[in-house]
């Protein structure tokens, strides 16, 4: 570890133990690792340093295991970069496709999913993403409602909706039984002891009971659909009337799992718009290293992050779908 990280972290046991044990496992990654953390400032450092408390309880005693998985995990992306840049398209185009190369073999899935879970930590979009969850999402509910959260995976998005929501109901959609024992396991490292509902729903066919959820999250899941509009418009019809969604939504982000592409924050938000939400807050999180404008020009990821709402019946003759501007601030909520 540099000087200059070694000093950025020093103060912060969790993140200097897993990119110390990152760096023994990948010293080439230390250039990345100082654009990421070095200069950050303490408030950050420490929010980084709560997520990294939570990242080494759902590994427990495999971080080794989990930065070799993390380096295995960039240099496939890297290789779907390369076919990205070349072609102008991802590499797979369909779920069977994505199924017998990723999800039906359970060797990789198993170090992909270790892989992205230190990725919330190293990457800046992903680690934003998780904070503009709990400061713009989940401030919005403080007295009680019903929550959805489609694929919550890790389940760092329900520890948040648990601990900082007030929600009443916490309700999890996952494609597949093995998904569900996944959660069901990450659930119970981070002692999540809200009840909690976990459902074997495809997103993709519409839900028998209508207006169930007052807050829906779909973080990292419509870019992995053939039919992402599908899946969108389901969950519109879910949410009650004035429920709120939170999308996050990779932008010209090549992986072995992505599936639909969007170029521009332009297209998620007609996207979004298109499928009935009226947009109360858009912000634009590049990868590390890059500006926002940077990440735009040269085709690398960026996550565009919308916070929606569904319009009550006596709010459809407004005209005006407002946007907030990329400083994060809400017009017209």
């Known amino acids: 570890m540099s000087r200059q990280l070694f000093e950025s972290v020093a103060e912060f046991p969790c993140l200097s133990q897993i990119i110390q044990s990152q760096l023994r496992e990948w010293p080439a990654h230390a250039a990345f690792l100082e654009k ?11 929010r980084c340093e709560e997520l990294s408390g ?8 495999e971080l080794d295991r989990s930065c070799a998985d993390y380096h295995w995990m960039c240099n496939r992306l890297s290789v779907e970069q390369v076919y990205f840049l070349r072609h102008g398209s991802y590499r797979l185009k369909t779920f069977d496709a994505v199924h017998q190369q990723l999800y039906g073999n ?23 993403a998780i904070e503009l969850f709990r400061t713009a999402f989940l401030a919005e509910y403080t007295a009680g409602g019903d929550y959805l ?3 919550p995976g ?22 597949s039984r093995a998904s569900i024992e996944a959660t069901q396991c990450a659930v119970a490292k981070l002692s999540i002891r809200q009840p909690l509902e976990l459902v074997q729903q495809d997103v993709l066919k519409a839900p028998t009971a209508l207006e169930s959820f007052d807050a829906v999250v779909i973080s990292e899941v419509l870019e992995h659909l053939e039919t992402p509009w599908v899946a969108l418009e389901t969950l519109y019809k879910s949410l009650r009337p004035r429920g709120r969604i939170f999308i996050n939504i990779p932008i010209n982000s090549p992986a072995p799992d992505h599936l639909y592409l969007w170029r521009h924050p332009d297209e998620v938000r007609a996207f979004v718009q298109q499928c009935g939400f009226m947009i109360l807050r858009e912000q634009q999180l590049p990868m590390t ?8 020009t040269g085709h690398f990821t960026l996550s565009s992050v919308i916070i929606g709402e569904k319009r009550a019946a006596t709010d459809l003759n407004r ?14 909520a």
């Open 36 to 46: 990421r953390f070095a200069g950050m400032d303490p408030l950050s450092l420490a």
């Open 54 to 61: 939570l990242v080494l309880v759902l590994i427990e005693d």
């Open 106 to 128: 359970d060797l990789h899935m198993a170090r992909h999913v270790r892989g992205l879970l230190l990725s919330q930590i190293f990457w800046h979009n992903h680690a934003m």
């Open 149 to 151: 959260e489609v694929g």
């Open 154 to 175: 890790h389940g760092l998005f329900l520890y948040f909706a648990a601990r900082e929501g007030g929600f009443t109901s916490l309700t999890g959609w996952e494609w």
């Open 289 to 296: 290293g890059y500006t926002v404008e940077q990440a735009i």
């Open 319 to 332: 005209d005006n779908n407002p946007v907030a501007a990329e400083s994060g601030q809400i017009k017209g």
